[in-house]
């Protein structure tokens, strides 16, 4: 039974470039969240997505954020023209689908490290 | 300003100990209350919350919710090396949040 997998695990860009960050759900699992976390501090929400739906992404920057969670595939976190402040780890969430997905405990992937030099 | 505030932000105890985790949260559209488990990778999953003063259990680690109150405990009894790790308390609702975790050291 896979968990929650994205890949990679690490990412290396330069201030600049383009991050793609990608998680599968777990099996079944139709909910997908994003959360950033910076070293010291706790998950910080950014988006939720169900198939083909962008939900809440009330926690997303507004400017060269984007996700994705397409009918067919992964979720994907596209981050554009990357900045040294958007080093992080990114975590991806899933749950079953269940309205409005509050009463499902989110199963985390293993996160991705995204560091710009 | 914080929608959960989780106490204290760090903790040292020795091997044996029992220790309670607290974690305070907004009323706005509370649906749930999540207690995860990190140690270097992926949060793990310890407990959902959604009904008040019903104790959940697992093994050495129990919660509790309290709606009058706004809060939560978990508690880790005889702790382990292995307990260490950072303990993150969540609430869903409308929106999502997690507060800054409670790092517990468990020393031999």
């Known amino acids: 039974n896979a968990g929650v997998m994205q890949n990679p695990r690490h990412l290396v860009r330069r201030r600049g470039q383009e991050a793609r960050l990608r998680c599968s759900p777990m099996k079944g699992h139709s909910h997908v969240y994003w959360y950033r976390q910076l070293p010291e501090e706790g998950l910080k929400f950014m988006v939720y997505?169900?198939?083909?739906?962008?939900?809440?992404e009330s926690g997303m920057p507004k400017e060269r954020f984007s996700a994705e969670f397409p009918k067919e595939g992964p979720s994907i976190l596209r981050i554009q023209q990357v900045v040294r402040g958007d080093s992080a780890a990114y975590f991806c969430a899933s749950s079953p689908g269940t309205p409005n997905g509050g009463n499902q405990p989110q199963h985390f992937g293993d996160g991705t490290r995204l560091s710009i030099l | 300003e914080d929608k959960v505030v989780q106490s204290p932000l760090s903790l040292v105890v020795h091997e044996g100990d029992t220790v309670t985790l607290n974690c305070s949260y907004e009323v706005t559209n509370f649906r749930s209350l999540l207690w995860y488990k990190q140690e270097k990778k992926a949060p793990t999953f310890l407990f959902m919350l959604?009904?008040?003063?019903i104790e959940k259990k697992s093994g050495r680690l129990s919660s509790i919710l309290d709606k009058k109150e706004l809060s939560s405990i978990l508690n880790i009894t005889a702790t382990q090396t292995g307990d260490s790790a950072i303990y993150l308390c969540?609430?869903?609702?409308?929106?999502?949040?997690f507060g800054t975790g409670t790092s517990l050291t468990v020393i031999p």
């Open positions: 969540g609430r869903t609702g409308n929106q999502f949040y």
């Open positions: 997505l169900q198939k083909e739906n962008i939900i809440d």
């Open positions: 959604t009904s008040s003063g």
